[in-house]
């Protein structure tokens, strides 16, 4: 039976839609495609460059998988929306590879550029997450602690 996520510290889906963050099903969290909007003022203007977008849409992501009780390294596929692919590429990566920095356990992922994104972004991101443990890490009721 699926379960239906709605992370309260994450940024809200706007007033003319309605959604879960993300949903859960067949043992694989969907989260909904993040626009980099501040969790903290929903109403606030987004930020110019690709960069400060891409953390923002990080940091809800991570929000999301958080009140779900997985952990961004969980990651198994993005999929990432460029409102102009060949000028934000380069400053979209800068920002991926440092949340996903171990080559050996990289998600899937498909880059596309798009003619719009909502709000006038730069950049979406939706993602697919499996639980997983990683060398050195247990988890206990959803939480993570290092094993020495």
Same mark, same amino acid.
């Given at each position: ?25 067949? !043992? @694989?969290?969907? #989260? ?5 909007? $501040?969790?903290?003022?929903?109403? %606030?203007?987004?930020?110019? +460059? ?40 380069? !400053? @979209?990566?800068? #920002? ?5 920095? $171990?080559?050996?356990?990289?998600? %899937?992922?498909?880059?596309? +550029? ?35």
């Amino acid at each position: 039976m699926p379960r239906y996520i709605k992370a309260e510290t994450a940024a809200p889906p706007p007033k003319t839609a309605r959604y879960s963050h993300a949903v859960e099903a067949g !043992g @694989l969290l969907y #989260v909904t495609g993040q626009l980099p909007i $501040d969790p903290d003022n929903p109403d %606030a203007a987004l930020p110019e +460059g690709i960069e400060e977008q891409t953390e923002l849409v990080f940091r809800n992501l991570v929000l999301i998988a958080d009140a779900a009780g997985y952990r961004l390294w969980d990651a198994v596929f993005a999929r990432v929306y460029l409102a102009d692919f060949d000028r934000d590429y380069a !400053g @979209l990566n800068a #920002v991926y590879h440092g949340h996903f920095d $171990d080559d050996a356990r990289m998600p %899937a992922r498909t880059t596309v +550029g798009v003619a719009r994104l909502g709000r006038g972004a730069l950049v979406e991101i939706d993602m697919v997450l499996e639980r997983q443990t990683r060398p050195g890490i247990t988890r206990t009721a959803g939480l993570e602690r290092r094993v020495r």
